[in-house]
Nanobody, 126 residues
Framework: QVQLDESGGGLVQAGDSLRLSCVAS????????MGWFRQAPGKEREFVAVISWNGRRTYYSEFVKGRFTISRDNAKNTLYLQMNSLKPEDTGVYYCAAKMARDWVVSTRGNEWHYWGQGTQVTVSS
């Protein structure tokens, strides 16, 4: 069992930056793909980014490519999401997720992921 705990959300202005963190407990993350999803009010949860178990491969949604950076520190069992040039449409609850897989695969559907955190709210004002 893996427990995921996100932090780092907050209220910022358009153009600002935030760094989200997700600390895992229960098991080492080195055998898991890790990802970020988000859910805006009244909308379905959507994929944001995924990173391979060793951090060497990443994939981003078109909405965040070039502005967000996903990274991980397996020694600290922590996943990160650096968000720059934030826009009001980035507002939502951000969730980290873990998928039991060492092979590289881009899983953009939520039901393909095995563990979820409780989420952290990000609000970007215009």
């Amino acid at each position: 069992q893996v427990q995921l705990d996100e932090s780092g959300g907050g209220l910022v202005q358009a153009g600002d930056s935030l760094r989200l963190s997700c600390v895992a407990s229960g098991r080492t993350l080195s055998s898991y793909l890790m990802g970020w999803f988000r859910q805006a009010p009244g909308k379905e949860r959507e994929f944001v980014a995924v990173i391979s178990w060793n951090g060497r491969r990443t994939y981003y949604s078109e909405f965040v490519k070039g502005r967000f950076t996903i990274s991980r520190d397996n020694a600290k069992n922590t996943l990160y999401l650096q968000m720059n040039s934030l826009k009001p449409e980035d507002t939502g609850v951000y969730y980290c997720a873990a998928k039991m897989a060492r092979d590289w695969v881009v899983s953009t559907r939520g039901n393909e992921w095995h563990y979820w955190g409780q989420g952290t709210q990000v609000t970007v004002s215009s």
